[in-house]
């Protein structure tokens, strides 16, 4: 599992939804696995979590 602690930058509506985007401060992995995530258009490995 991983946690992501974010600071709101923008909420923007749109129709019945609302997109919310945010500065990532810090980032927790608590399992034993290697997570990944979706960064530039590619997937990588969190730093520190190999």
Do not use: N, T
Request: net charge neutral; proline share 2%; aromatic share 8%.
């Amino acid at each position: 599992m991983v946690a992501f602690d974010c600071a709101l930058e923008e909420q923007i509506a749109h129709r019945s939804h609302a997109i919310l985007i945010g500065l990532v401060r810090a980032v927790k992995d608590r399992d034993a696995q290697h997570p990944l995530v979706y960064w530039q258009g590619g997937y990588r490995h969190l730093a520190g979590s190999h």
